[in-house]
């Protein structure tokens, strides 16, 4: 599961003085710091609950009216294809998945605030969560792109037309809150008013009527429903480390981070398949404990798979497990079998693997994050801070895959 940034722009207009009897202003004052929730500062992790479902979906093409479409019938209609299996419907009529989100705050700036986005899926319904996906964002310092607002300003707002605003007890978890509840209609907010925190959301939507072309003939496909609900699951302060330290000078010098590696998947009895892979990390910005990247993967053309480009947005910051930079003076006071943090939404444990001298001379540190269904490792070279090889690894009964990426040039 992937997160889209969103971020608001808050406009303070300032009296000008008069500075002579000439008709001379000061120029514009610097608007104050947008006001978040004391909470709102690195280390703060949040981990929600969220489930979709796709109901009505066809494992069939859909073929949607357009004037302006490549297809055709034989009485003049036009239309376009969408392949219903890329929205969510290519494993029956009614599909669904769930899983687990987390962000952590890893940093903050005088009007934003840097997340980590973890994805985590299950495949059952009560089966352990798998690491699948991190990605990241840069959101707006007083609304958290939707996740939190300051008590203050919850209770200062009023209905509108295009937003209604509610307010009353809502139970979640074994707790009720006092909540504020923002809902626009097909999209919908719980917050707790104490905390300003985001604790449910809802998000449904339809798609458009179509056809399906079945034994020769065109038949009426009805409108799809989805769903999304996501729900609070808890929030804790990480201690790690190098919380809040300041990363190494070559985090904001260095332009790119070129990985090489792929995708190993091993079979008992069959032996096994790697698929090459390139990983680039561009910076984009960054401050004194954080670094942007946008990430792209590369996998060229392999057996009959095609090639693959995807692009994501990371960073790095000193206020979670993982990333591309830490600290080297962190690093020197790493020794392994210390416990670094443990998770009790995930079950995830965070150690540090090993630390010492590897046969090419580096001095490296090796911190690995494990729960029942997968492992993640990040080695970091000691004397830069940098990260030198990264390792996810999602064991089955059927197979085990493994992905990983080893550093091969900054620039």
């Known amino acids: 599961m992937r997160m889209r940034r969103r971020a608001f722009l808050v406009l303070v207009l300032l009296a000008a003085p008069l500075l002579s009897s000439v008709a001379q202003v000061a120029p514009p004052a610097a608007p104050p710091p947008p006001v ?43 239309y376009r294809i969408e392949d219903d299996r890329s929205k969510g419907g290519g494993f029956g009529r009614n599909v669904g998945g769930h899983g687990f989100l987390q962000m952590d705050i890893v940093a903050v700036t005088d ?3 840097c997340l980590v986005l973890r994805a985590y899926v299950m495949t059952d319904v009560d089966s352990p969560p798998v690491l699948s996906m991190i990605s990241a964002s840069r959101v707006d310092r007083a ?6 607002g300051h008590p203050a300003v919850f209770r200062k707002m009023r209905s509108t037309r295009d937003q209604k605003v509610l307010r009353g007890p809502y139970r979640l978890g074994g707790r009720t809150y006092d909540s504020v509840v923002l809902s626009t209609g097909r999209l919908a907010r719980v917050h707790d008013s104490e905390s300003g925190l985001m604790i449910v959301e809802r998000l449904t939507g339809q798609s458009q009527r179509g056809w399906v072309w079945q034994n020769g003939f065109f038949y009426p496909a009805p409108p799809r429903s989805s769903g999304c609900l996501t729900l609070f699951r808890g929030f804790r302060q990480m201690r790690v480390p190098w919380s809040g330290h300041r990363l190494p000078e070559a985090a904001r010098k260095v332009n790119r981070l070129i990985y090489q590696g792929g995708t190993t998947v091993s079979m008992p009895g069959s032996g096994e398949m790697t698929i090459p892979a390139t990983m680039t990390l561009a910076r984009q910005a960054a401050g004194d404990t954080w670094v942007q990247y946008e990430q792209i993967f590369y996998q060229p053309p392999f057996r009959i798979q095609p090639e693959q480009r995807t692009v994501t947005p990371q960073i790095s910051g000193t206020g979670t497990v993982g990333g591309w930079w830490l600290p080297p003076a962190d690093l020197a006071k790493l020794k392994a079998g210390t416990e670094i943090d443990r998770d009790p939404s995930i079950g995830s444990t965070t150690m540090v693997q090993s630390a010492g001298v590897v046969p090419d001379g580096r001095y490296l540190v090796t911190i690995r994050e494990t729960a029942a269904r997968y492992t993640a490792q990040w080695t970091y070279d000691r004397a830069l801070g940098v990260l030198a090889q990264y390792q996810l690894i999602h064991p089955t009964p059927l197979a085990t895959t493994t992905y990983s990426f080893s550093l091969q040039k900054m620039e």
């Open 111 to 113: 009007r934003e605030v």
């Open 36 to 78: 978040a929730p004391d909470w709102v500062k690195p280390g703060a992790r949040i981990t929600y609950w969220t489930g979709t479902i796709s109901l009505e979906g066809t494992r069939e093409t859909i073929y949607v009216l357009d004037p302006q479409g490549d297809i055709y019938d034989d009485v003049g209609n036009r």
């Open 143 to 148: 609304t958290g792109g939707g996740l939190w």
